[in-house]
């Protein structure tokens, strides 16, 4: 009995780890479209005036699933090993070499994506204000900074891991 709810839980984490930025992202794309849809439901089809306040808040929904959305595209992109890179001075390099070519690049990636987290932390904590339709504390649309930064750092670690570990010389993404 328990070594099959540690398989479940198991598969539930490595699903989690395949999974976790898509999940993520296709419902902040519904979350998106439904309450840009409501919106313009509201504007141009609806006759009630109290409808109107539901609008704004919508509008403000939308706003804030897309900026979380899009930090969540940057995980996501990071994780499939999508990010923007230049690669071309690599092919002067031995092919020895060539493996090791991303790897400062990287380095000074991650720095600045700890110093991001640390600042994201910072305006969390110091962050008084609220939204102004929804009035939620803007802390919670700010928490996304510090988040997504830590998962870009998890995955970037984890690609570097897997296209360093031995016995797995190529990786796919740096070809390109």
Excluded at 48 to 58: E, G, Q, T
Excluded at 70 to 93: C, E, I
Excluded at 146 to 169: A, D, G, T, W
Aim: some cysteine.
């Amino acid at each position: 009995m328990l070594k099959r709810i540690l398989r479940y839980g198991e598969a539930i984490v490595i699903f989690l780890d395949r999974r976790i930025e898509e999940i993520i992202i296709a419902i902040l794309c519904s979350i998106l479209v439904l309450s840009l849809t409501f919106v313009v439901i509201v504007r141009y089809a609806s006759p009630f005036a109290i409808l109107s306040m539901a609008s704004h808040w919508a509008e403000e929904v939308a706003s804030f699933s897309f900026i979380w959305l899009l930090y969540w595209g940057a995980a996501l992109a990071t994780k499939n090993g999508g990010h923007f890179r230049v690669t071309a001075q690599f092919g002067l390099l031995p092919n020895r070499l060539k493996k090791y070519g991303l790897l400062p690049g990287d380095i000074i990636w991650l720095l600045f994506n700890l110093a991001i987290i640390k600042l994201g932390w910072v305006l969390l904590q110091s962050s008084q204000e609220t939204s102004l339709s929804l009035e939620i504390p803007m802390k919670y649309v700010y928490s996304i900074i510090p988040l997504s930064f830590l998962f870009i750092v998890f995955r970037l670690v984890q690609h570097n891991y897997k296209f360093f570990k031995p016995k797995q010389n190529q990786r796919a993404d740096h070809n390109a």
